[in-house]
């Protein structure tokens, strides 16, 4: 073979290896990037976090905290939604009697907020507005008529829902006609604004799950549901040594599977936490599973109510716990 022509051999030879090379090379990287995408979204939560007011109402409440600082303080903590509580303005709206003014000012603050810190507004829980479930009629229209305006805010600020509570009549069979009467008239009004009516078990009848449920079943509208709260099963409280304590207890587990199927939000409470981070009263990892088995996907608010730690780090733990006992699910 003449020399030119073995010269020209090993140009061609060398070029298609460096090609072929360079392509498996960029093979190789797409792979890995593909895998390591694969891998992120693997690890990702089947949920969003959002911040429970609650969390900080002694921090209003005590310390005079402005409520209006909620957006601030849940985007230096990592959260993603708001769930507002109304109850936490009441001294400013109360004193202006739930004027158009009032109302619309609130909107526009907390509005102006969220957006300034880039989370998004999810719901308002709604406390002290009248009785939903009572057995007296017009008491109970009354109750449904307050809660319009809060239909209306939650509309202005983009929320999905308000939250709200059913008490009233201690009878069984009154306060489930009771309640299906009182969140079919509140929901009626709240679909023309798209909002949902939810309802969590929140003390009394309400925290028996199978019996929320059934008031649920007798509503049968899309835009009424359930908030099911990790801690809310105390039925009933009693008064010993100067102290409040559960007298009744629902079955947390069971509850929350009984409420699951019509629930439009979650809110992970959390009270106190042992030497691991775990909470006391109950396995997150098991309640997890029953969310994620529903197959919810929406936000779960942190709600931290204990005692033993500050409101910022106990929200914090109630943070953590919940991502931690999310990636122990698979």
Not at 111 to 136: P, R, Y
Not at 180 to 201: C, H, M, P, R, S
Not at 307 to 317: H, R, V, Y
Request: proline share 2%; glycine share 8%.
């Amino acid at each position: 073979m003449k020399l030119r022509s073995i010269f020209k051999y090993i140009c061609v030879f060398g070029m298609m290896s460096l090609l072929l090379g360079g392509l498996s090379c960029k093979d190789s990287k797409k792979k890995e990037a593909e895998v390591v995408e694969e891998t992120v979204v693997e690890d990702k939560p089947f949920f969003k976090i959002s911040l429970a007011q609650w969390s900080i109402n002694k921090m209003i409440r005590q310390d005079s905290v402005d409520p209006y600082t909620f957006a601030e303080k849940a985007k230096n903590w990592g959260f993603d939604g708001l769930e507002y509580v109304s109850q936490l303005y009441y001294p400013e709206l109360e004193a202006a009697n739930f004027s158009e003014e009032a109302m619309a000012s609130f909107v526009e603050k907390s509005n102006a907020e969220a957006k300034k810190h880039g989370l998004e507004n999810i719901l308002i829980m709604i406390d002290g507005q009248g009785d939903l479930a009572t057995s007296d009629t017009e008491k109970r229209k009354e109750a449904v008529e307050n809660h319009y305006k809060w239909v209306d805010a939650a509309a202005d600020m983009g929320c999905h829902s308000i939250r709200v509570n059913l008490a009233g009549s201690n009878d069984e069979e009154e306060w489930i006609a009771n309640s299906v009467d009182g969140l079919t008239q509140l929901a009626t009004y709240a679909k023309k604004k798209n909002i949902n009516v939810i309802v969590e078990n929140h003390g009394g009848l309400s925290s028996k799950g199978n019996m929320l449920a059934k008031v649920m079943d007798e509503v049968g509208m899309d835009n009424c549901g359930t908030l099911p709260d990790f801690g809310n099963f105390c039925v009933k409280m009693e008064r010993k040594d100067d102290k409040w304590e559960c007298a009744e207890m629902y079955d947390i587990y069971k509850g929350i599977s009984e409420l699951m199927p019509y629930a439009k939000g979650v809110s992970a409470k959390a009270y106190n936490f042992d030497k691991d981070g775990n909470e006391t009263r109950m396995d997150y990892e098991r309640i997890l599973k029953i969310v994620k088995d529903a197959g919810y996907n929406g936000y779960i608010g942190v709600e931290y109510e204990g005692w033993d730690l500050g409101e910022e780090e106990g929200i914090l733990a109630t943070k953590e716990l919940l991502l931690n006992a999310v990636t122990k699910l698979n």
